[in-house]
């Protein structure tokens, strides 16, 4: 079973940056792709980006320019870059890991999620 926690969230001022990171343990061999999802208060989750083990990289049309995901092999751990941060953007962050990019939350694995606020 693979195990995904994330770390790096916070509270940071609008215009702030932060990085996210997401481990995967236990399994990873499964893997094939990672993203990053969102969800506010009364909202779903949305999409935010992924990318796979290849060249394949997608983000959500809200964070382009602003947002970076990336990998580092070595560690299985992902990131999310977050630059010009919004209050729009204030939410639950939650990784997850599957066989394929995907705009849907239709991964097989789940962070336990991170929170980010940022304030106006």
């Known amino acids: 079973q693979v195990q995904l926690v994330e770390s790096g969230g916070g509270l940071v001022q609008a215009g702030g940056s932060l990085r996210l990171s997401c481990a995967a343990s236990?399994?990873?061999?499964?893997?094939?792709?990672m993203g990053w999802f969102r969800q506010a208060p009364g909202k779903e989750r949305e999409f935010v980006a992924a990318?796979?083990?290849?060249?394949?990289?997608v983000y959500a049309d809200s964070v382009k320019g602003r947002f970076t995901i990336s990998r580092d092999n070595a560690k299985n751990t992902v990131y999310l870059q977050m630059n010009s941060l919004k209050p729009e953007d204030t939410a639950v962050y939650y990784c997850?890991?599957?066989?394929?990019?995907?705009?849907?939350?239709?991964?097989?694995?789940w962070g336990q999620g991170t929170q980010v606020t940022v304030s106006s």
């Open positions: 997850a890991a599957g066989s394929r990019v995907v705009t849907t939350p239709q991964y097989a694995y």
């Open positions: 236990r399994g990873t061999a499964s893997i094939y792709a």
């Open positions: 990318m796979n083990w290849g060249t394949r990289i």
